[in-house]
């Protein structure tokens, strides 16, 4: 049995170190080293990678580092909600997110035009950019086809885009997909909706995303599913790997707790009653909010792993 | 300013009893008390109401409550996620579910073909009489039409169902829409794409149902939200009034907590800067577990609303 | 196994019915519908209930229900925090608490002299006035004794309060000892201190209570816990029980989670890998606030104790 | 207003830098960064810093850190429960702790004379070494003196112990008074009681450690609170403070949530109401598990502490 060590700083310590140190220290900080540990696993074995998150992550400066993480083929298959996708647009667009604070007068920012997403604020011109963004490139992709996939639209748009931050772009840069199977809820869906009025043999399939989906994988494969927050993007990864044979490798990283039965609380535990994750699989929850948690085991990830010469 | 009132029990109190005690008692007592003033008065001025819940719920014991809710006129739209449509189908034909507990063996489980739902199990076989039931239904679906909008979609199979506790049956007798913007996350989604392989032509658009969205309500109508849990379903109905210019009564009730930015976690406070909840609105945002705190909520609303004749 | 049950609404019903309702829905509602169970139990088999809750709670109407409680005999040890002697104390000379909200201009509140516990207020008034109490009944104290163990303490306090919504009342006129293992930590400590600066022989000996505490119940008895909230007061009970063998039946409701390794988020799982709870153990978790989940529980109970009889 | 910025990793960062990072990324990563801020600055104004932590923290390897930060002037005031007390003795002593998992079979645990806290484990052994050595020490406390304010005996015991790692070691060389309000509530109390049987006038005095807190920092100080996690080291502090002006910087990590009112959830906010913390003071609330949480903030405010000479 591992021995609860006493931490100790020391000047200029690296990432590398204090996630050793914590890793034996108790509680989730233990948590934390397995997940880099599981992580770690997932690429030196081969393993497709679904990385799955929830708008506001995208909200927040994480939304840069999933991109690197796209370029550095450490995510194969990604799974968002379709906030995600907008704000990745607009900040592709040089839109620019402010820091506010969780206890702002509401109505106030409201009158200012400025929205709320946790302590960080979107300003309306912000959406007005992404409407007329849509407004030019709906007709373009109308042009080349008919009839979408989700995914595949999603790829279209991301090779017009041109920031290397970008989620979008650096996807379809690097023939990774991105399912997003809520596209409608939100401006996105929005902007889809005014077009189709206009053009009724239009149409997105979400249907044909779900094929997609499945071949992104396989059951001789192995597979890891990170899936950072809970909500549709996590559950489709955990279908997508089921219909495959379940996931070899999980991380869960989340705020919510099992005792309310919803998905976004479920645990890798509970995963195994379904075969969502093999009865034999690395698998590890890490209660925590994602923009401390991950950066902080993914840096490390990446650390081990260029170290090993695999990224 | 109200005082805080000490509680007392006598023997054989009502439910309406307890709630008014509470209100008066502290913390969310207090607020789940707000909530069903805010619920009443949404039904008192003739709000457009938007009901949304998670899968979950769906299979736990609240399904028949829903249902309920609908034949009483108390929910004009519902909005939920694919598992509460899959498990309101499988309960509709009979199925079962069982109550397990947290800390089952999970892998154990697996061997005997249950899956765990928190505390909740779901056999294996009823999800195997749900692929027969959708392999049966799909073509009669695809017989009569063969492009549908969802909500369109699922109306068509509440008709079919024959089961006053069912949330699809009592949707289509009574009129009101189901929305679920991520209709290919579960089972049915791959049930879709089976049907879809052989026959191209079969759509599901989830564009128009934007439109029937959209159109679920007017500018001059009261709208009024009630979010149980988070994520899409939740983030749909604050997109579908936002578009309509906003709620003017909103309930969340949430397990999930506003630090971390995720919109199951977002107050109906932080909605006033999008001008999703209006700034004059009424709208209370409960903390707690819904099986609990909703039936107490509701059930004191309808005894209310029963009183007043409104229901 | 027991089926989940759908839920059904008709009007005026009881608590005790929305309990058993809820008792097979899923989730916490089943949770709590077994905490019902445990503390029938207890009292069926005659146990010593150990009742635990922090000070906040006092600050809230249910400190009226506590004392109800111990009139009732269903509390034979309470154990809290110094904030809940405070409060019953100001409560019993006539303060009165009044309800605010979350998210309250604390500044503002400041300068008016009130004081925020959650969406709680309480004015400096309060705090003057038991102030004044206190320099008026330590001289009194202090003439009959020079050496206090806690609970002799508050013992004495009680029999010279009148009010039958006291808990220090009802527990004194019912010879149910409360310890407070922290006294010092709240205004009531300032006035300790304050009299022992001119009093140099008056002793508040805790070491003394540990006795009390020990004697409180024996290996013999049947030993029940009711912990709201965590903290100290439930540690003490979980220490005062496991000394004389452990408890035979636990109910712990709380809104903490184990995750972080506290007390107040442990487990009765937990406990019994301390023995702090015997293997066999009637035991239940129930996660949520205890201003809506503990009178649910316990006015059901009172309900079916009272119909058989026993209280 | 400052702007989202993208996070990017490069290999080998450094912790300081990947804070700074997540301090311009959102959500709690902002409020932690804000975290280093408010350490930094109540160090540099030579603000007499209150550290407070839960027993859990001493059962983890943080233990070794809080004496190194004893050691580094990084703490003036220490409070605590007494399982932290018992544990730095054991630990002190040679005993090791283990790290085990939360989903462990605990009767099985108990059976083995294992005791779980979250995912650590204390073996029965531990204690039984620290019962023996509290019987090797107490009659030499006994020799000395009859009457012992708390803060006073632990800091005789730490001037026994001999190992730097050592929390009441630190203290003791360090003049860092260690308050413990509720010293009874573990085993530590069990043997001041046995003690105590037969030496009737052996007095530990809580009242006199309440003058000790009070003047443990004056009126014309700055003063600040580091509190992590809640419970009654976290009041005493702020109880400590209030009685001398209200404290000029707050950091409260935890992983509590106002909603039910508790103090261990209340947030620097609400402190404001009381005159807690001034209405100008920096206060900071940051939402984790502290095994992350702390040493990742600490080390960066250590990193430029040492910078700017200051440690």
Not at 27 to 46: D, H, P, S, Y
Not at 253 to 266: K, N, P, Q, V
Request: hydrophobic letters at 40%; a negative charge.
């Amino acid at each position: 049995m591992t021995i609860v060590k006493d931490i100790e700083w020391h000047k200029g310590m690296k990432v590398t170190e204090l996630l050793k140190a914590i890793g034996s220290c108790g509680f989730q900080g233990v948590e934390l080293f397995k997940a880099v540990e599981c992580i770690t696993k997932m690429k030196r074995e081969g393993a497709k990678i679904y990385l799955t998150f929830t708008s506001n992550m995208a909200t927040s400066g994480l939304r840069g580092f999933f991109a690197q993480l796209i370029k550095l083929k450490m995510a194969d298959v990604v799974i968002t909600t379709v906030g995600s996708i907008e704000e990745d647009i607009m900040k592709a667009m040089g839109e620019e997110f402010h820091i506010g604070n969780y206890s702002a007068d509401d109505v106030g920012l409201h009158e200012k035009g400025m929205n709320r997403v946790g302590n960080l604020l979107i300003r309306n011109e912000s959406y007005e950019r992404f409407e007329a963004y849509m407004q030019e490139i709906l007709p373009k992709l109308y042009e080349k086809k008919k009839r979408y996939s989700v995914s595949e639209m999603l790829r279209e748009i991301g090779l017009m885009l041109n920031d290397e931050k970008s989620i979008l772009y650096q996807a379809a840069k690097n023939n990774v997909p991105i399912f997003c199977p809520a596209i409608t809820d939100g401006a996105f869906g929005f902007h889809l909706f005014m077009f189709q009025q206009d053009h009724k043999d239009f149409i997105v399939d979400v249907v044909e995303d779900f094929a997609n989906l499945i071949f992104s994988s396989s059951h001789d494969e192995k597979k890891g599913i990170i899936a950072l927050g809970g909500g549709v993007a996590k559950h489709h990864a955990i279908l997508g790997t089921l219909l495959n044979g379940g996931a070899d490798y999980a991380v869960y990283m989340t705020t919510a707790h099992e005792y309310s039965g919803s998905l976004s609380g479920a645990t890798t535990r509970e995963a195994k009653s379904w075969g969502k994750i093999k009865d034999s699989a690395d698998a590890v929850t890490v209660i925590g909010e994602v923009s401390i948690t991950f950066p902080l085991a993914m840096f490390t990830a990446l650390d081990i792993l260029s170290e090993e010469g695999l990224i």
